[in-house]
């Protein structure tokens, strides 16, 4: 649900404020595209996680370039998810 939120908040971006704000993205995929297959593979979480740490690298000084979303979640994330699985399946 709060993935379908977080989606829905994205393709809105795309839709209402990036044609206002214009496309000037450093990396490819775009970061909304990027956001919304992060959201999707990854889910809220993780998604979200993934998403703040590309836009905190777009900035002037970086070179940019392809940067897909991680086939695995991100390490922070498979950390607190074997735990909670070990809990669920004894």
Known sequence: MIRALLIGL???Y???LSPWIGSACRFTPTCSAYSLQALERHGAAAG???TAA???RCHPWCAGG????PSAKPRLFT????PLQ?????
């Open 79 to 82: 950390r607190w998810a074997a």
């Open 86 to 90: 070990e809990k669920k399946h004894p």
């Open 66 to 69: 392809h940067d897909p979303v």
């Open 14 to 16: 795309r839709l209402l």
């Open 48 to 50: 979200t996680y993934l």
């Open 54 to 56: 590309r836009i905190a």
């Open 10 to 12: 994205v393709k809105g």
